[in-house]
Protein backbone atom coordinates (compact mmCIF):
# COMPACT_ATOMS: atom_id res chain seq x y z
CA UNK A 1 0.00 0.00 0.00
CA UNK A 2 2.89 2.47 0.79
CA UNK A 3 4.43 2.07 -2.55
CA UNK A 4 1.21 2.70 -4.05
CA UNK A 5 0.35 5.53 -2.42
CA UNK A 6 4.51 6.72 -2.94
CA UNK A 7 3.88 5.86 -6.83
CA UNK A 8 1.05 7.77 -6.80
CA UNK A 9 2.10 11.07 -5.04
CA UNK A 10 5.32 11.17 -7.79
CA UNK A 11 2.89 10.97 -10.11
CA UNK A 12 1.36 13.61 -9.39
CA UNK A 13 3.82 15.53 -8.06
CA UNK A 14 5.91 15.06 -11.83
CA UNK A 15 2.42 16.21 -13.48
CA UNK A 16 2.01 19.44 -11.70
CA UNK A 17 3.85 22.26 -11.32
CA UNK A 18 4.20 24.48 -7.98
CA UNK A 19 2.11 27.17 -8.93
CA UNK A 20 -0.39 25.61 -11.14
CA UNK A 21 -3.37 26.60 -8.86
CA UNK A 22 -2.60 30.02 -9.88
CA UNK A 23 -5.61 30.28 -12.16
CA UNK A 24 -5.60 33.38 -15.11
CA UNK A 25 -6.05 36.52 -12.66
CA UNK A 26 -9.07 37.51 -15.32
CA UNK A 27 -10.73 34.28 -13.84
CA UNK A 28 -10.62 34.95 -10.32
CA UNK A 29 -13.15 36.93 -8.64
CA UNK A 30 -16.15 34.73 -8.03
CA UNK A 31 -16.72 32.22 -4.70
CA UNK A 32 -16.52 29.40 -6.86
CA UNK A 33 -13.20 30.46 -8.06
CA UNK A 34 -11.66 30.35 -4.68
CA UNK A 35 -13.77 27.69 -3.73
CA UNK A 36 -11.64 25.34 -6.40
CA UNK A 37 -8.56 27.19 -6.13
CA UNK A 38 -6.88 24.91 -3.60
CA UNK A 39 -8.21 22.11 -5.28
CA UNK A 40 -6.38 22.28 -8.26
CA UNK A 41 -2.19 22.74 -6.77
CA UNK A 42 -0.36 19.63 -5.46
CA UNK A 43 0.90 22.26 -3.40
CA UNK A 44 -2.14 23.46 -1.48
CA UNK A 45 -3.82 20.04 -1.08
CA UNK A 46 -0.54 18.55 0.82
CA UNK A 47 -0.19 21.31 3.02
CA UNK A 48 -3.81 21.61 3.83
CA UNK A 49 -4.10 18.87 4.66
CA UNK A 50 -0.94 18.47 6.63
CA UNK A 51 -2.58 21.05 8.63
CA UNK A 52 -5.81 19.03 9.84
CA UNK A 53 -3.44 15.84 10.22
CA UNK A 54 -0.85 18.16 12.19
CA UNK A 55 -3.23 19.32 14.70
CA UNK A 56 -5.37 16.03 15.06
CA UNK A 57 -1.54 14.79 16.48
CA UNK A 58 -1.16 17.28 18.49
CA UNK A 59 -4.51 17.19 19.95
CA UNK A 60 -6.51 19.11 22.59
CA UNK A 61 -7.17 23.04 21.16
CA UNK A 62 -4.84 22.63 18.78
CA UNK A 63 -7.72 21.25 16.83
CA UNK A 64 -8.98 24.08 16.17
CA UNK A 65 -6.71 27.03 17.24
CA UNK A 66 -4.18 25.47 14.42
CA UNK A 67 -6.52 25.05 11.51
CA UNK A 68 -8.09 28.43 12.15
CA UNK A 69 -4.36 30.64 12.23
CA UNK A 70 -3.83 29.18 9.07
CA UNK A 71 -7.12 30.31 7.64
CA UNK A 72 -6.89 33.62 9.57
CA UNK A 73 -3.32 34.49 8.29
CA UNK A 74 -4.01 33.28 5.03
CA UNK A 75 -6.19 35.72 4.69
CA UNK A 76 -3.35 38.40 6.38
CA UNK A 77 -1.23 37.43 3.94
CA UNK A 78 -4.15 37.88 0.85
CA UNK A 79 -4.85 41.22 2.09
CA UNK A 80 -0.94 42.52 2.12
CA UNK A 81 -0.67 41.53 -1.39
CA UNK A 82 -3.67 43.21 -3.12
CA UNK A 83 -2.24 46.15 -0.54
CA UNK A 84 0.98 46.25 -2.40
CA UNK A 85 3.15 44.97 0.56
CA UNK A 86 5.87 43.10 -1.37
CA UNK A 87 6.93 39.78 0.26
CA UNK A 88 10.31 37.95 -1.21
CA UNK A 89 10.68 34.48 -1.45
CA UNK A 90 7.03 33.10 -1.80
CA UNK A 91 7.06 30.43 -4.12
CA UNK A 92 10.12 28.65 -2.05
CA UNK A 93 8.02 29.28 1.07
CA UNK A 94 4.89 27.84 0.33
CA UNK A 95 7.22 24.48 -1.41
CA UNK A 96 9.33 24.53 2.18
CA UNK A 97 5.82 24.47 3.54
CA UNK A 98 4.67 21.68 2.26
CA UNK A 99 8.20 19.83 3.19
CA UNK A 100 8.32 21.17 6.83
CA UNK A 101 4.58 20.45 7.75
CA UNK A 102 4.70 17.20 6.03
CA UNK A 103 8.17 16.66 8.21
CA UNK A 104 6.53 18.04 11.17
CA UNK A 105 3.57 15.29 10.91
CA UNK A 106 5.79 12.29 10.07
CA UNK A 107 8.09 13.19 13.07
CA UNK A 108 5.32 13.40 14.95
CA UNK A 109 5.89 16.81 16.40
CA UNK A 110 4.43 18.43 19.38
CA UNK A 111 5.04 21.89 19.75
CA UNK A 112 2.65 23.97 22.49
CA UNK A 113 -0.42 25.05 20.56
CA UNK A 114 0.74 28.56 20.63
CA UNK A 115 3.96 27.83 18.78
CA UNK A 116 1.85 25.45 16.22
CA UNK A 117 0.13 28.24 15.17
CA UNK A 118 2.88 30.51 14.79
CA UNK A 119 4.97 28.02 12.60
CA UNK A 120 1.60 27.00 10.13
CA UNK A 121 0.64 31.23 10.35
CA UNK A 122 4.13 31.75 9.09
CA UNK A 123 3.73 29.54 5.94
CA UNK A 124 -0.04 30.55 5.33
CA UNK A 125 1.11 34.13 5.17
CA UNK A 126 3.02 32.98 2.00
CA UNK A 127 0.03 31.04 0.46
CA UNK A 128 -2.35 33.68 1.17
CA UNK A 129 0.09 35.95 -0.30
CA UNK A 130 0.52 34.12 -3.91
CA UNK A 131 -3.24 34.55 -4.21
CA UNK A 132 -4.08 38.21 -3.45
CA UNK A 133 -0.68 38.72 -5.92
CA UNK A 134 -2.35 36.95 -8.92
CA UNK A 135 -5.62 38.32 -8.39
CA UNK A 136 -5.34 41.98 -9.02
CA UNK A 137 -8.31 44.08 -6.94
CA UNK A 138 -11.37 42.18 -8.86
CA UNK A 139 -14.00 40.43 -6.72
CA UNK A 140 -11.28 40.22 -3.82
CA UNK A 141 -13.92 39.90 -1.49
CA UNK A 142 -15.67 36.91 -2.69
CA UNK A 143 -12.37 35.01 -3.44
CA UNK A 144 -10.98 35.29 -0.66
CA UNK A 145 -14.36 33.76 0.93
CA UNK A 146 -14.36 31.08 -1.40
CA UNK A 147 -11.00 29.70 -0.48
CA UNK A 148 -11.09 30.20 3.06
CA UNK A 149 -13.85 27.91 3.01
CA UNK A 150 -12.06 25.49 0.85
CA UNK A 151 -9.02 25.94 2.92
CA UNK A 152 -10.89 25.18 6.03
CA UNK A 153 -12.23 22.33 4.55
CA UNK A 154 -9.50 20.44 3.49
CA UNK A 155 -7.78 21.26 6.54
CA UNK A 156 -11.16 19.64 8.25
CA UNK A 157 -10.58 16.60 6.34
CA UNK A 158 -7.23 16.36 7.34
CA UNK A 159 -8.34 16.65 10.86
CA UNK A 160 -10.98 13.84 10.00
CA UNK A 161 -8.30 11.61 8.67
CA UNK A 162 -5.71 12.23 11.53
CA UNK A 163 -8.18 11.22 14.23
CA UNK A 164 -9.84 8.07 12.06
CA UNK A 165 -5.93 7.05 11.37
CA UNK A 166 -5.22 7.37 15.01
CA UNK A 167 -3.22 10.70 15.49
CA UNK A 168 0.05 9.67 16.19
CA UNK A 169 0.01 6.21 14.88
CA UNK A 170 1.69 5.21 12.05
CA UNK A 171 -0.50 5.70 8.91
CA UNK A 172 -0.49 9.69 9.63
CA UNK A 173 3.23 9.25 9.85
CA UNK A 174 3.48 7.79 6.90
CA UNK A 175 1.25 10.52 5.13
CA UNK A 176 3.34 12.94 6.53
CA UNK A 177 6.46 11.19 5.14
CA UNK A 178 4.46 10.94 1.83
CA UNK A 179 3.80 14.59 2.15
CA UNK A 180 7.09 16.32 2.42
CA UNK A 181 8.72 13.68 -0.51
CA UNK A 182 5.79 15.48 -2.50
CA UNK A 183 7.21 18.59 -1.77
CA UNK A 184 10.31 17.40 -2.41
CA UNK A 185 9.19 16.37 -5.79
CA UNK A 186 7.41 19.46 -6.08
CA UNK A 187 10.69 21.09 -5.45
CA UNK A 188 12.47 18.78 -8.47
CA UNK A 189 9.86 19.87 -10.52
Known sequence: MLKRLLLSLAALGGATAPAFAHLDPAEHGSLLAGVSHPLFGADHILVMIAVGLWAAQIG????WIVPTAFVGTMLVGFALALSGVSLPFVEPA??????????????????PT???AFV???????HGYAHGGELGGAGAASFAIGFALSTAALHGAGLLLGRALGGAGLLPRLLGGATALGGLLLIAG
Open 120 to 126: VGLFALF
Open 60 to 63: GRAL
Open 94 to 111: ILASVVALGLLVALAVRL
Open 114 to 116: ALS
